[in-house]
């Protein structure tokens, strides 16, 4: 009978909990082959449309930013025309303020007299020093200070109430066109190169930590363009444009480069790289279902009768082995209990 019962603990549960193991890891093994596998043999050249339709999206943002900023010149030069032609005293204040309320893309707008003194202003105070005097619309960027870039727009005013009118943009102003460039990062660089707007998370004046980025950005004195890098063993699409102006006093020296990684471009195939990634997932998703299922209907209760038989093996005849089942397992827990209450008798 001891014989019989150690037969069952070491034939029984041990080829179960063998099987069982070795399936589990062969499926899961199988998931993970399916979903990364294809990302070394699916090796697709990026077609130089691909990168050539990045930098065109690229200069289309530059050149929306560049739109923005010169609609904030003419909203200053409509400004200026109603000063200089309305004559009532409180008109610098009106206009400045019905613009601020009409036009979400300025911190703050001010009219100064030539002297500099401060004759009306809306919104937020702005840095009157940050661009030169000039006597035709201007933009400037300011230098870093504080925790978010900072672009002005000028015009002068002409006639009896001459000064000047000067405004600064929102970041969100600067930030928003970036969007035109497409999937990826676009970063928005001044003229040193540091970081002052992101499509994705950025700080204000980071600079570039990418040798490739930084060339990206000098290139751009070139004008646009684009290039294929590799970068930390990943392909990246890189594309770069100046945003520049006809007007020389309207010249911001600004850069947009855009850094796309392969994963985020549209290749061949891509999707079936990302059909292969899901078969692998719901391989997994499946495994660990049934093999979970398994393991908690016939592995964990051959668990339990290999370890009862291993009691009544030593002879420990004191705890009763539960039939937990109505099924073959629960004729084998039967058995057991029977003979534990044989061997429980003839021990008294």
């Known amino acids: ?31 993970v082959t399916v979903a990364t596998a294809p990302s070394s043999w699916l090796v697709d050249p990026i077609p130089e449309s691909v990168a050539a339709e990045q930098q065109t999206r690229t200069a289309l943002a530059a ?25 009532d005293a409180e008109t610098p204040s009106k ?43 201007a933009l400037a960027v300011g230098p870093p200070q504080g925790v978010s870039p900072r672009v002005f727009v000028s015009a002068p005013v002409t006639g009896e109430r001459a000064g000047r009118l000067i405004a600064e943009f929102k970041p969100n102003a600067l930030i928003r066109p970036l969007s035109l460039a497409g999937p990826g990062n676009t970063r928005l660089l001044n003229a040193d190169r540091k970081v002052i707007g992101a499509t994705t998370g950025f700080t204000a004046f980071e600079p570039l930590t990418r040798p490739d980025l930084e060339q990206a950005a000098k290139d751009a004195a070139g004008g ?28 911001t020296g600004l850069t947009v480069v855009t850094d796309r990684p392969e994963a985020a471009l549209t290749l061949p195939h891509s999707g079936e ?69 044989d061997l429980a008798g003839r021990n008294r």
């Open 63 to 87: 050149r929306q930013l560049q739109r923005s900023l010169d609609s904030g010149v003419s909203d200053l030069n409509a400004v200026a025309a109603g000063i200089r032609v309305l004559k």
């Open 95 to 137: 206009l400045l303020t019905q613009l601020m309320a009409t036009r979400d893309r300025y911190r703050g707008v001010a009219y100064l007299a030539p002297t500099g003194e401060v004759r009306a202003k809306a919104g937020e105070d702005v840095d009157v020093a940050a661009i030169k005097t000039a006597d035709k619309p």
């Open 273 to 341: 790289k990302r059909e292969l990634i899901l078969l692998g997932a719901v391989i997994a998703v499946l495994t660990v279902v049934v093999f979970g299922w398994l393991y908690v209907v016939i592995v964990s209760p051959l668990s339990a009768l290999a370890k009862a038989a291993g009691r009544l093996a030593r002879g420990d005849t004191g705890e009763p082995v539960i039939v937990r089942r109505y099924d073959h397992l629960g004729l084998v827990a039967r058995d057991l209990e029977r003979i534990r209450r």
């Open 1 to 31: 009978m001891t014989t019989r019962i150690g037969h069952l603990r070491t034939r029984v549960f041990p080829l179960a909990l063998l099987t069982w193991s070795l399936g589990a890891a062969g499926f899961l093994g199988a998931a």
């Open 224 to 251: 646009p363009g684009h290039a294929l890098r590799e970068v930390d063993g990943e392909r990246h699409a890189l594309s770069w444009a100046p945003v520049t102006s006809t007007q020389p006093t309207r010249q």
